[in-house]
């Protein structure tokens, strides 16, 4: 007698068959989705028909075994290939894949979601953001670049918006101090006169001193008038300092100026360092003034590079507008600075990442047995307040031109005030660095900045993701920065995950919880900027799976037109 239970069991057949060819005919249509993961479906045979569960064997009879029919075929599960798919590269650097474990973490809407698709792109907000807008989640940095680990916030790269300028902390100068050079003897002098022959004096007829007021000096040119007036501008400018140029500088007259007032300005002017003591020759560097000539003294710093060069035309007075009016002194240039010297110039930078010049000069002091002595002179006319000079001191070094670790580094401040950076500006000079250092030896003098850190302000231009996740930004100073810290997740049941579509998965109550980690840690594979996670489908498999699903259908479908076919010819036996 046909059965009914026949056309149903080629019924579950064809339904379980037909899913099949839908998990299958998805895989397919994927081959081209970034980072897809292929799935696969199992079938379960139904529950039975149990015609008898059999016997156990006995003394005179063997054992029985059970007499069951199955009723067809069911969906045992489908299950999800997570095998890594082959890295494509792509030169975009904001492209990122996973080699290996792991998942990247995103959000929309406040909802976590999970996906291996890397095609991040930056939103009008600078967050990276999934094809479908769901932000990338990872580690910050602060305000100095440190990575703030613990808590996931949407990664922010604000290509072309985020400018950094870094004071300067370090700078290297190295070279060589020729031992055998000339030991100076003296340092420029030149006098400042009323005339050819005389110095300057007061209205009253006395010569002036460092009290006089400025107004109540008498004009040589002019006599029985002031050679200075209240609004008035003391202009220094030309002067040069060896081959160096000094800048200009201007002092304001008012009615309390004094001859000590201008005389400071002119020592300030011109970066004299009167601490550095008294030259070979017994004068001390400086500007100062003889009350029995009325003559002014200027007496500058021993070395060849420090040769004051000062003509009458130089010391300029100007009427409130600016206009000249005359050139108040007659320079008269006594002596010439002599002694083995080198100057070398360096840019240094504020916290806003202005340029700082510094010029280093180096002067042979002395050579006694216990290894040569170097006298060195910083100025620098960035310098906020009016004075060249920053410093001077000496450098010790041995018998061998090797320089004493007392004398290999010294602090350097530049004062900065009112110019919106941090002031002072400070940072160590040292003579020494990995790659070389500073001797004193019979060979020519030379010195170069070796090394010079601190940054000027610099915009960021580009980005990349290492291995570890840690995203360095490009600075167009050339500064490469953390700009942030991509994670990942890992679970301990993946194909527990539930698809949300769009590339993304969601936990599901079989997955367990996301362990949260580095790249390259607990587990997690690592990561390639530049690349794609490519579809994982094989094709080959796929079109074989294809054949044995419509021929399992075919055959199901067979199943029902025979039961169809007996149950006709029992109908015909009843008529």
Do not use: H
Request: hydrophobic letters at 40%; a negative charge.
């Amino acid at each position: 007698m046909a059965s009914t239970t026949s056309l149903l069991i080629g019924l579950s057949g064809l339904n379980a068959n037909a899913r099949k060819l839908d998990v299958i005919g998805n895989n397919i249509a994927n081959i081209n989705t970034v980072a897809f993961k292929s799935s696969r479906m199992l079938f379960s045979s139904m529950f039975t028909q149990n015609l008898g569960l059999g016997t156990s064997p006995n003394d005179v009879l063997g054992g029985v075994n059970p007499k069951q029919i199955g009723n067809g075929v069911a969906i045992g599960a489908v299950q999800r290939n997570f095998a890594n798919g082959s890295l494509s590269p792509t030169g975009d650097l904001r492209d990122l894949a996973i080699d290996g474990s792991g998942f990247f973490i995103v959000e929309r809407e406040g909802q976590t979601f999970y996906t291996r698709a890397g095609t991040f792109r930056q939103d009008p907000s600078d967050n990276l953001t999934t094809a479908t807008g769901e932000r990338l989640l990872g580690y910050a940095v602060d305000e100095n670049f440190n990575l703030l680990t613990g808590n996931l916030v949407p990664i922010n790269i604000p290509v072309g918006k985020r400018t950094i300028a870094e004071a300067t902390e370090n700078v290297s100068l190295v070279g060589n101090l020729n031992k055998d050079g000339d030991i100076p003897t003296q340092g420029s002098i030149i006098d400042l006169l009323g005339t050819a022959t005389a110095g300057l004096s007061e209205l009253g007829g006395v010569f002036i001193s460092s009290t006089s007021l400025l107004s109540s000096i008498e004009d040589p040119n002019s006599p029985g008038n002031a050679l200075f007036a209240a609004g008035q501008t003391i202009m220094i400018t030309g002067v040069k300092k060896g081959e160096a140029l000094l800048p200009d500088a201007s002092l304001d007259i008012t009615a309390g100026t004094t001859v000590q007032d201008m005389m400071d300005f002119m020592d300030a002017a011109m970066g004299i360092q009167s601490a550095a003591g008294a030259n070979p020759d017994g004068n001390t560097p400086g500007v100062s003034v003889d009350p029995l000539t009325g003559i002014i003294q200027i007496v500058g710093n021993t070395g060849l590079v420090s040769d004051i060069t000062l003509g009458t035309g130089d010391i300029q007075l100007l009427d409130s507008s600016g206009a000249f009016v005359s050139s108040p002194f007659v320079a008269d240039k006594t002596a010439t600075a002599d002694g083995e010297s080198i100057r070398t110039t360096f840019i240094a930078y504020d916290s806003l990442g202005t340029d700082i010049r510094i010029d280093v000069t180096m002067v042979l002091d002395s050579t006694p047995d216990t290894g040569p002595v170097w006298q060195y002179f910083i100025e620098s006319a960035d310098d906020t307040n009016l004075d060249l000079a920053i410093s001077t001191g000496t450098l010790q070094f041995d018998t061998d031109g090797q320089m004493s670790p007392d004398s290999s580094s010294i602090s350097v401040t530049v004062d900065r005030q009112n110019t919106g950076a941090g002031t002072p500006l400070t940072f160590d000079l040292r003579f020494i660095s990995d790659s070389g250092q500073t001797t004193s030896l019979d060979t020519r003098s030379n010195l170069i900045g070796l090394a010079t850190d601190g940054l000027p302000p610099g915009t960021l231009e580009t980005f990349a993701a290492g291995e570890d996740g840690v995203i360095f930004g490009r600075f167009s100073n050339g500064a490469i920065r953390t700009m942030g810290q991509v994670v990942l997740a890992n679970f301990s049941n993946p194909a527990g995950l539930i698809d949300a579509g769009g590339n993304l998965f969601a936990t599901g109550p079989n997955s367990g919880p996301a362990a949260v980690a580095g790249a390259g840690e607990l587990g997690n594979g690592t990561i390639v900027s530049g690349a794609l996670e490519l579809s994982n489908v094989d094709l080959g498999q796929e079109f074989t799976e294809l054949i044995l699903t419509s021929t399992g259908y075919s055959a199901s479908s067979r199943v029902i037109r025979t039961a169809d076919e007996l149950i006709q010819q029992l109908l015909v036996l009843g008529r």
